[in-house]
């Protein structure tokens, strides 16, 4: 409930750095720049992996630019702090401790919301593609193009009722496809009434 708070015990004598996760956390913070801990926080919007593209698309603002974006994502993979798993295009992800930590700093700094519209808007545009796709050539290829999103298709229709209501139906109706060859059918069923009415 608290990970943050682990490492405490046996070590008292060590460095405050060794003494808990948080402590080691916060000294690899205190080496970013400001754009990188802005980047890192708002990272904490993605539930699963994302591209370079979509953390551009979703923390772009007047305050972020994509080249700055981009190279705040270096910084934080050079940290240890963002994992790069290689292919075309590389996908980015947090561990769940750091990700969690990144919401935490969020928290603290008044952003718990900032960039969930946005997410909520990148994802419903990437399902829109999706159901286009899929349609087409519901093949293995282009379901695994899309299948890694499925974490954040799931948080962004948390979001949507707060953040994104009249988009709700609409990422629901193109994900259903996805879902279906998932075997997810029940996902899609089980999302609230007020998305699955609007569902053709």
Known sequence: GDRFRLLTRG?????????????????????????????????????????????????ADDRLEAWGIADALEGLVDQSLVLVDPGEPPRYHLLESTRAYAQRLREEAGEANTGTGRHAEAVRSLFELASRVLKVRPDAQCLGQFAPEISDLRAALDRYPV????????????????????????????????FTASVP
């Not at 070590?11 to 980047?39: I, K, N, W, Y």
């Not at 994104?164 to 629901?172: I, L, M, S």
């Open 11 to 59: 070590m008292s004598a060590g460095p405050q750095r060794h003494r808990s996760l948080r402590a080691s956390m916060d000294l690899s913070r205190a080496l970013l720049c400001d754009t990188e801990q802005r980047v890192f926080r708002r990272l904490a919007s993605f539930e699963a992996g994302f591209t370079l593209d979509q953390a551009i698309g979703t923390l």
């Open 163 to 194: 953040h994104a209501p009249a988009a709700g139906g609409e990422v629901t109706a193109f994900s259903r496809d996805l879902f279906e060859l998932l075997s997810l059918t029940f996902e899609a069923q089980g999302q609230p009434a007020a």
